[in-house]
Structure formats: C-alpha cells, structure tokens
C-alpha cells in the first residue's frame, strides 16, 4: 500500500495557527527517542522527512504533513524530556489538550512505546488526555528488533494491562521496527482505511 506523496505544511505552536481543519487526520505521539521519527520516515518512504530534536526547551511545535491531499499526517513533540523547562511543559501540554479535544477532523492517534520499556506514567497520562477527549488510539511498540523475546513479552504484557484501563485504546497492539521494516504495513492499512 503506498499513501502518496507527503509534504511538510507547517509547524504549528498555537491554536489559532492549526491549518482548516478540511480533511482526514491522524497523529503520532510519543516520548522523545521513542523513534517516532523513524517510524514516519518508514511509513512516508521518505528519508528525513521528520527530523529528530531532543534539544530541551525547543519551542514544541506540532508538526503537518500532506498525505496525498487527502490526509495530514500530524507529528506531535516527543514528551517526557525531563529537562525541558517547566513552563515550556504546561505550554505544550496545554496546546496539546486543547488540540486532541478539539480537532472535529481528528480520526486516530498513533501512541509509539518503546518495545524495551513498555508504557511508562507519562504515557498513561497521554493516554487518560485521549480518553477525555474520546480520540481512539493505538498502541505502537517500536523497535522490535531490539529487546530480547522474553523482554518483550515482558514488556508487551505490561502495556497490554495499562491499555486495558483505557476505553479509548484499541486492545491490540502493533509491533513495529522501523529497521527491519515490521509492523509499516499494518500501520499503512489503517490510515488507509480511516474515515
Ligand atoms: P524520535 O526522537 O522519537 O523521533 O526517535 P528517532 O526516530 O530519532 O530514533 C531514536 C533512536 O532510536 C535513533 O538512534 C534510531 O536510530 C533508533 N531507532 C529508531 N527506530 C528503530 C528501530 O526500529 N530499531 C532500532 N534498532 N533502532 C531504532
């Protein structure tokens, strides 16, 4: 399945600068190094499309991509960076709540948990954040080509309870490795068949 071409629309750090919202979207969300930039790089085939910034104190922006004219593609900042600056926190928080609650054209939200930790508290708050807002959400676990089996299950059944607390997650969960390429078509058939 090939989604068409994907361009950069803009980088947004307020409400009032959201592009109209005229058609399908979906979101990919996660904590930094996750591999989230990865990930959209092996779903969009594009190398660099999204660039990776841990830089704390960054200004967050919420990032829009094209997907064939009929989709953005939205990348939000990676969260749980513990040095960021307190207020630069509650600021993004603030838009991303706002964001999530609000966006009449919102399908779906990409979580991405890293395959070694599993989810973790912060994730569980972005998590009770898309309950709220009732966005249905699913649960990405990246680099698969990492842990060892067992560590993985171990982690799999960690996040498969958390998930289970939150009505809005969809109870399957998706194994990706943007390496060996895992996981990119499933993702790929999703987006394909939201509406
Ligand atoms: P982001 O901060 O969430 O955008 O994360 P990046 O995409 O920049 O990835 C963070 C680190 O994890 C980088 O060193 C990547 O090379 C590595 N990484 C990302 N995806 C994978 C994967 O599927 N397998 C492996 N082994 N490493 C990965």
Redesign the pocket.
């Known amino acids: 399945l090939f989604l068409g071409p994907c361009e950069f629309v803009k980088g947004v750090v307020a409400m009032e600068g959201l592009p109209p919202a005229d058609r399908l979207e979906f979101c990919m969300a996660?904590?930094?190094?996750?591999?989230?930039?990865?990930?959209i790089n092996a779903l969009t085939g594009r190398k660099a499309l999204?660039r990776?910034s841990?830089t704390p104190g960054r200004t967050q922006e919420i990032n829009f991509f094209a997907l064939a004219d009929t989709h953005y593609m939205v990348d939000l900042p990676?969260y749980g960076f513990a040095k960021a600056p307190v207020a630069v926190v509650a600021k993004w928080q603030a838009l991303l709540k706002n964001y999530l609650a609000g966006r009449q054209t919102l399908r779906r939200v990409f979580l991405?948990i890293d395959s070694r930790h599993g989810a973790k508290e912060v994730d569980e708050e972005i998590m009770s954040v898309l309950d709220r807002a009732a966005v249905p959400f699913h649960t990405v676990m990246?680099?698969?080509?990492?842990p060892r089996p067992a560590d993985l299950e171990a982690s799999l059944e960690r996040t498969r309870q958390i998930i289970a607390k939150h009505p809005t997650a969809y109870p399957e969960i998706i194994l990706?490795?943007?390496?060996?390429g895992d996981g990119v078509e499933t993702l790929r058939a999703i987006i394909a068949g939201l509406n």
């Open positions: 996660g904590r930094s190094n996750v591999g989230k930039s990865s990930l999204a990776t841990n990676g991405l990246t680099k698969i080509d990492k990706t490795s943007s390496d060996k």
